[in-house]
Nanobody
C-alpha cells in the first residue's frame, strides 16, 4: 500500500515561515514527479510547485521567490519551504505524485494519482 503522508502545517503570522513535508511510504521503486497543491475555501485546487526526480522545479507565479520545493529521493520525501507568508497563502496544502512505481511481491507495478490527506496552513495575525 503506497501512501503520501504530510506534516508541518499550522498557524503563522504574515511574513513568517513554515516547512511542509510529505513522505511516500510503501515498497517504492521510483517516483518521477512530486508536487504541492493548495485549495483555499471557495476556490479550486491549484498547483503551487512541482519537482522531478532530477531536481527540475516549477512554481506558480504567486509563490515564486517565496517558496522553495526540494526532495530527498532516498527518503521518497518532498518538502515545501514557505517564506514571507501572506494571508492569501491560507489554504489546505496537498502533496501529489502523478504516478509511483512500486513493488508488489516480485512484480513492479505503477499506480497513478496519489494524494496526501492535506495539511492546513493559516496565515493570520
Amino acid at each position: 500500500q503506497v501512501q503520501l503522508v504530510e506534516s508541518g502545517g499550522g498557524l503563522v503570522q504574515p511574513g513568517g515561515s513554515l516547512r511542509l513535508s510529505c513522505a511516500a511510504s510503501g515498497s517504492i521503486f521510483s517516483i518521477n514527479v512530486m508536487g504541492w497543491y493548495r485549495q483555499a475555501p471557495g476556490k479550486e485546487r491549484e498547483l503551487v510547485a512541482g519537482i522531478t526526480s532530477s531536481g527540475i522545479t516549477n512554481y506558480a507565479d504567486s509563490v515564486k521567490g517565496r517558496f522553495a520545493i526540494s526532495r530527498d529521493n532516498a527518503k521518497n520525501t518532498v518538502y515545501l519551504q514557505m517564506n514571507s507568508l501572506k494571508p492569501e497563502d491560507t489554504a489546505v496544502y496537498y502533496c501529489n505524485a502523478p504516478s509511483i512505481t512500486y513493488w508488489s511481491g516480485s512484480r513492479r507495478l505503477r499506480g497513478i494519482d496519489y494524494w496526501g490527506q492535506g495539511t492546513q496552513v493559516t496565515v493570520s495575525s
